[in-house]
């Protein structure tokens, strides 16, 4: 028998606020400026949940070429840097319906929370929306080394919480990061629709459709 749920772990991107789309403006930029490449929603979909550098590579797959280390390591700073601009001036009206309510129902149940992002840009965002406070810990992509479908963010989000990862849940809209949380021996809350995301425990559009009920009944 499962054991009840005790550890709540967000991904950032697309669960929590929506900076998916400043990352894809940022790659479509650097997309057409440097590789001159239409770079789609459709092409944006390989990025989910994946880390910078493997994004790049990904970038560079397409376009069919292969860059010195320098020119790689530059273009991804300056992918980086667009995508911060954006995000410096998100204000805390982007965070996603009903996500800020859900993690505050969830710590008034006792339960405990912590972010689990690839993006190093995690603490900006979440100082900017104003939601940092509802987390116990925050795991990015400055703590870790390993991109998903790897479990190592995962897993460094419930020791960080003093939890085991069989009372942890997980809330991805990527499949690379539920990959990632089965791989780690947790549970899963999908966001997003049942064509699009496989190997979850629980699916819904948002938040704004998870009940604190529901995940203790996992």
Sequence with gaps: MSKQPQGMIFDLDGVLVDTAKYHYLAWRRLAAERFDLDFTPEDNEQFKG???????????????????????????TKKNNWYIEYVKQMTPDEVLPGAREFVQACRGAGLKTAIASASKNCALVLERTGIAPLFDEVVDGTSVTRAK????????AANRLGLPCDVCVVFEDAQAGLDGAAAGGMRSVAIGKPEDLTGYTLIAPSLAQVSVEQIKAM
């Design 50 to 76: 994946v880390n910078r550098v493997a994004c790049m590579n990904i970038l560079c797959k397409m376009a069919g070429v292969t860059l010195p280390a320098e020119e790689f390591d530059a273009l991804a």
């Design 149 to 156: 479908p790897d479990p190592e963010v995962f897993v460094t």
